[in-house]
């Protein structure tokens, strides 16, 4: 399948999109850094080196009737045969070594006029990421399913004994095998999954239980995906957390509809911590939010208004200590789909209102 079969038609609707907020502005020129709104305006092209940072290493400047590459000789070397192939962008690459003030200059020749930068709007631009494109959707597809295979793969390839960063190390592996970039993987076991929400690996070996959680990207987009494996079967009291946080799951994702509120969603969910009897568990993790060119856009609160959007993405991750739920989710008028769906793996039955939907059970080898 060619996940790139309409990128140039993609790429003028976003430019539209864009324009639509300049022109609100007055801007006469648009600068975009930012790695993940290079990604979405481009149709995947990455921007960026450094992965542990939110600006990207090449800039596109936008006017209201053309699009240049402002970057220095060292990037835009790469980029235009790698990730922008037959976009309709212009070279204006710089030297390098250039200070700043003559960087800007040099934006000032290629456009005369206002110039603003995506980080001055921030919340409006991430509003334009949706709704997702055909080829978007089919992209976040691929890397769904990429990212489940990678983590199913690591999960069951782990053996007792091994430590959190072994394990970790065969779920990077697992990703790059598949052309994906492990941004972020969280391991833990034992006592530090019960104690810890966000456990970065450690030299601990592994006694029972663990938790492999990853986030993977390509193409800009980022899947979110968790998952729990038990040596030495499942305790009454852990299957009793689990099953609970499987309903709250269910209750999150049933209930993110278009046009539904993030904050209402969450109190729903914020209710049946209550009626399971895990009443306060809510408040020791954030419980997620939207997704798509960023972790998390947001994590919702039970104040937060913003709404859910048709062809959007949603990654909730319900906890109860020693456990947790978490896959991502595109948000359609015709119901939720699973985009890292499991395979191969035990699953539950999860009922919310009258509607259930398979949620991942804990793995016993």
């Not at 391991?187 to 999954?193: E, N, V, Y």
């Not at 319900?318 to 699953?347: C, F, H, Y």
């Amino acid at each position: 399948m060619n996940l790139f079969a309409h990128r140039e038609e993609e790429f003028q609707i976003k430019l539209d999109r864009l324009r639509g907020v300049m022109q609100a502005h007055s801007a006469d020129n648009l600068l975009i850094t930012e790695a993940h709104h290079f990604s979405w305006l481009t149709g995947g092209g990455e921007n960026f080196v450094f992965t542990a940072q939110s600006g990207g290493a090449a800039p596109l400047l936008v006017t209201h009737d053309r699009v240049y590459l402002a970057a220095n000789t060292i990037e835009a070397t790469r980029l235009f045969p790698e990730e922008l192939e037959d976009l309709p962008i212009e070279d204006a690459r710089h030297a390098w070594p250039l200070p700043p003030d003559e960087v800007n200059k040099h934006y000032q020749r290629l456009s005369p006029g206002v110039l603003v930068k995506d980080t001055d709007l921030e919340t409006e631009i991430r509003n334009l990421h949706t709704p997702f494109t055909p080829d978007e959707i089919e992209r976040y597809r691929w890397l769904g399913r990429m990212a489940e295979e990678s983590i199913r793969t690591a999960c069951k390839a782990a053996r007792k004994g091994m430590t959190e960063y072994q394990v970790a190390a065969l779920l990077a592996k697992e990703c790059f095998d598949r052309e994906i970039w492990p941004v972020l993987i969280l391991a833990a076991s034992d006592d530090r999954l019960m104690n810890y929400r966000h456990p970065l690996p450690t030299e601990k070996p592994i006694e029972n239980e663990f938790m492999l959680v990853l986030c993977a990207r390509r193409y800009g987009l980022i899947a979110n995906v968790s998952r729990i494996v038990c040596f030495n079967g499942v305790s009454d009291t852990l299957r009793a957390k689990h099953q609970a946080v499987c309903a709250i799951d269910a209750a999150l994702i049933l209930g993110s509809t278009p046009g539904a509120a993030y904050g209402g969603v969450l109190r729903e969910a914020i209710r049946l911590y209550q009626e399971c009897g895990f009443e306060h568990e809510w408040e020791l993790h954030h419980q997620g939010g939207p997704t798509g060119y960023i972790g998390r856009y947001f994590k919702a609160t039970p104040t937060t208004r913003e709404i859910v959007k048709d062809r959007s993405a949603v990654a909730w991750n319900p906890s109860i200590s020693g456990t947790k739920s978490e896959d991502t989710v595109l948000i359609t008028e015709n119901g939720p789909e699973v985009l890292t769906a499991a395979r191969e793996w035990p699953m539950i039955e999860a009922d919310y209102r009258g509607r259930t939907i398979q949620r991942c059970d804990l793995y016993t080898p």
